[in-house]
């Protein structure tokens, strides 16, 4: 009878044990299912009339920075600065700059490829969105080299939900109903023949500060939205009047390139402008890119003069554009990146 009680004790024993293992495998596996990446939590992103909202349809911005002219300052598109910008910056999105003119992508076209490839396959590996800009204040006469660019990178990227295409960065004295829109529809048919979900985001006439014209005239696509660019110490209300027409009119709207200097990207910061268009973006939910990381003798250029390429920046390697900046995108991503399952 004691054997049978000892048997049946040991028996109990290792049932328990097996239970305990079983509810430790279900709560890894829970934990596993947790999203760990800023594109696990926000998913596919879809335009919902005036917002740009997650896989669950809960509007959403995203807040990042703006890498430099690739033919110019190259030295930042490796995954090593990203990834700074991810972990210390806590950037949600990285605007990848396609130099198309001059000494760009129409004469180089496999160097500068190569660049943007290195790039956006860092924000995919890191779990960032990406915007694929090609940046052109022409691109309407370079049609079929941009329709040639976009196909590739649907094929190559489309597949993910990381990326964005911006198509036109900003179009300058030049018409949005004869030039930029017809444009635009090539490229989007291009890029929708192999990738039929992501995001779009085109500019409009003046240096993507025509909303108003452009959203009157709207093109037809149900994943797009409108490039807003801005510099705060020469753009100011006058601008925002016009981005609130566009979004009255239910179009969304994307700060793809905005800095806090003059529109030369130079000068002295403008705190207040600053201030007042961060209070917009904030109550419109509106995503931004900040121009640039790079170490350009400028003021919107974030960082000090030979900033290490592979990040690890300091507050001595940062300018003080660069310094606001990273506290305001900590401030809006902190608490984001609080809810991801990683060491923060």
Same mark, same amino acid.
């Given at each position: 009878?004691?054997?049978?009680?000892?048997?049946?004790?040991?028996?109990?024993?290792?049932? $328990?044990?097996?239970?305990?293992?079983?509810? =430790?495998?279900?709560?890894? %596996?829970?934990?596993?299912?947790?999203?760990?990446?800023? =594109?696990? $939590?926000?998913?596919?992103?879809?335009?919902? !009339?005036? +917002?740009?909202?997650?896989?669950? !349809?809960?509007a959403i911005s995203l807040h990042g920075m703006s890498l430099f002219w690739s033919q110019w300052i190259d030295k930042y598109y490796n995954k090593n600065a990203i990834q700074w910008l991810k972990d210390d910056w806590k950037c949600t999105i990285i605007r990848v700059p396609l130099g198309?003119?001059?000494?760009?992508?129409?004469?180089?076209?496999?160097?500068?490829?190569?660049? =943007? %490839?290195?790039?956006?396959?860092?924000?995919?590996? $890191? !779990?960032?969105?990406?915007?694929?800009?090609?940046?052109?204040?022409?691109?309407?006469?370079?049609?079929?080299?941009?329709?040639?660019?976009?196909?590739?990178?649907?094929?190559?990227? !489309?597949?993910?939900?990381?990326?964005?295409?911006?198509?036109?960065?900003?179009?300058?004295?030049c018409s949005w109903s004869q030039d930029v829109k017809p444009y635009a529809e090539e490229i989007i048919s291009a890029i929708r023949e192999h990738d039929s979900d992501n995001l779009i985001t085109v500019g409009s006439p003046h240096w993507a500060q025509d909303v108003d014209i452009a959203t009157a005239d709207p093109i037809e696509d149900p994943n797009l939205a409108y490039s807003l660019h801005f510099y705060a110490a020469a753009h100011k209300q006058e601008l925002r009047n016009k981005a609130a027409i566009a979004l009255s009119r239910g179009f969304a709207l994307f700060v793809n390139e905005f800095g806090i200097c003059d529109y030369t990207g130079d000068g002295d910061i403008d705190q207040?402008?600053?201030?007042?268009?961060?209070?917009?973006?904030?109550?419109? +939910?509106?995503?931004?890119?900040?121009?640039?990381?790079?170490?350009?003798?400028?003021g919107d250029a974030v960082l000090e003069e030979n900033a290490d390429p592979d990040g690890g920046w300091t507050d001595n390697d940062l300018k003080p554009s660069g310094k606001l900046i990273r506290q305001l995108i900590i401030d809006r991503n902190q608490k984001i990146y609080n809810q991801l399952n990683i060491d923060n």
């Open positions: 009878m004691q054997d049978y009680s000892n048997k049946l004790l040991y028996l109990l024993i290792i049932i $328990l044990l097996f239970a305990n293992c079983d509810d =430790v495998t279900k709560s890894k %596996k829970i934990e596993d299912n947790q999203p760990s990446t800023i =594109v696990e $939590l926000y998913g596919q992103l879809q335009v919902e !009339g005036n +917002k740009i909202t997650d896989q669950n !349809g809960e198309v003119e001059p000494d760009g992508y129409l004469e180089n076209p496999i160097q500068e490829l190569n660049k =943007v %490839k290195t790039a956006v396959e860092a924000c995919i590996d $890191l !779990g960032l969105y990406v915007i694929i800009d090609w940046h052109d204040h022409n691109a309407h006469e370079h049609t079929e080299d941009a329709k040639i660019f976009f196909k590739q990178m649907a094929i190559l990227y !489309g597949e993910y939900p990381n990326v964005i295409y911006e198509i036109y960065n900003e179009p300058e004295n207040q402008s600053t201030n007042e268009w961060m209070n917009f973006m904030d109550n419109m +939910k509106i995503s931004w890119c900040k121009w640039s990381v790079a170490d350009k003798d400028e």
